[in-house]
């Protein structure tokens, strides 16, 4: 089974930026992903992206600041995280996906990596 181990989180101030790291035990080859969730909300879609990086898809409250990417080379999805805001405070999931397909809801991914925490001060 694919390992996923989030890194690169921590505190940053609003308007700062982060990169989050999702390294794999082995090349997911599935469509991976990014959720997260803050204190008494639900499990929310951040961005997913083909292992090809052939299709992206944003959440809304992302788009224009969030970007995707993977590295082949060291089998790792990295989040860019622009202009952040206290909204964006959360703990963050990296996720692989049940198919090849960019995927937007927790259903459908199998694997998820243990959550980083994000925290975006005002």
């Known amino acids: 089974q694919v390992q996923l181990v989030e890194s690169g989180g921590g505190l940053v101030q609003a308007g700062g930026s982060l990169r989050l790291s999702c390294a794999a035990s082995?090349?997911?080859?599935?469509?991976m992903g990014w959720f997260r969730q803050a204190p008494g909300k639900e499990r929310e879609f951040v961005a997913s992206?083909?292992?090809?990086?052939?299709?992206?898809s944003y959440g809304d409250a992302v788009k224009g600041r969030f970007t995707i990417s993977r590295a082949s080379a060291n089998d790792t999805v990295y989040l860019q995280m622009n202009s952040l805001a206290p909204e964006d405070t959360a703990v963050y999931y990296c996720?692989?996906?049940?198919?090849?397909?960019?995927?937007?809801?927790?259903?459908?991914?199998?694997?998820w990596g243990q959550g980083i925490q994000v925290t975006v001060s005002s």
């Open positions: 996720a692989q996906g049940r198919t090849i397909a960019v995927i937007t809801s927790t259903d459908g991914f199998v694997r």
């Open positions: 082995e090349r997911p080859l599935n469509a």
């Open positions: 992206i083909t292992w090809h990086s052939v299709d992206k």
